[in-house]
């Protein structure tokens, strides 16, 4: 059998450990005993001496540091700098004495869309150009529901008229359909008046994510990344005609071919045009018919994904959303 001193050096305890474990010190009945007051200590008049000196209209304005350098070349010497800091935070009085501008918390966008054409968001990318420091911005715009690229535009560069052109553009390209919401970040051509003025002429609620929240703009940047991943993306673009030629066939592929997890394996246009209904069930038909020939293959009765009742952003508290509901049944 193993000693104290051996089986703590065994486990890599101390002994002092072991034995406070097994005599630990009896609680202490009453009060708590206060700590004796330093000998150094000012003294309560001497306390109230200094705080009066720093209350006073000479020095009321200014920062212990300047009042102690001030009595220094005076002269005095009540205490240390830290000293006086101490016995005016005991009093509740170390603070910031000057106005603070201060800014109200932005509110989270929370955006439903339950078909195409309730919210569109868009936001710009760069593209690297055929020599160090060039680039182009591609301008894309999104139907959230659908996740359908409504409409696409390379440009040079990024300005607030450019924007508001894309816009127009992208409604009519959707066959004069505008959305209910339009959502984007808060870059200066996405928080322009040129813009602001053009959704408010069209009934266009405007929606903007928090700064430096990059969640607040998920389909967008998930797009981005679909775009970026794709094998046939180049690092740089010999110029502007060859990176609006690539975006012409990745777009069509994107809306037309791509099948998205998001929306059922669906493409994007299907989604969006309506179709994916009749598809979805083309495609029941077909797994039934493999389930009526092989069923030991299955485990069960296969059915093809379903297509999502809706899509959002920052998803609304479930009563929300059924307040809104209710209140749309009513108007």
Known sequence: M??????????????????????????????ARQPAPHPAS??????????????????????????????????RYL???????????????VRERRAQATHPAK??????????NWVWSWDITKLKGPDRGVYYDLFVM?????RKAVHWMIAPTETAELAKGFITDAIAANGGNAPDVVHADRGTSMTSKNVATLLADLGVTRSHSRPHVSNDNPYSEAQFK????????????????????????????????????GIGLHTPASVHDGTATAIRAERARVLHAAYATNPTRFHRAPTPPKLPKSAWINEPPQENEETEHETEQAA
């Not at 089986?7 to 009945?29: E, F």
């Not at 509110?107 to 195409?116: D, F, I, N, S």
């Not at 990745?250 to 809306?255: E, L, P």
Request: charged share 20%.
């Open 142 to 146: 999104l139907d959230i529901y659908s």
């Open 42 to 75: 000012l003294s309560a008049a001497e306390r109230a001496q200094v705080l009066a000196v720093l209350r006073s209209p000479r020095f009321v304005d200014k920062a212990p540091a300047q009042v102690w350098a001030t009595l220094l070349d005076e002269g």
């Open 107 to 116: 509110v989270k966008p929370e955006l439903v869309a339950t078909a195409p």
């Open 226 to 261: 679909t775009l970026k991943y794709c094998p046939a993306f180049p690092g740089r673009f010999g110029s502007i005609a060859d990176a609006r030629a690539f975006s012409r066939r990745f777009f069509q592929y994107y809306n037309h071919e791509h099948r998205h997890s």
């Open 2 to 31: 193993l000693g104290t001193k051996p089986g703590c050096d065994l486990v890599g305890k101390s002994r002092a450990t072991l034995y406070r474990h097994r005599n630990p010190a009896p609680p202490v009945a009453g009060p």
């Open 79 to 93: 205490c240390s700098i830290s000293t006086m800091y101490r016995l005016l935070r005991c009093e509740g009085e």
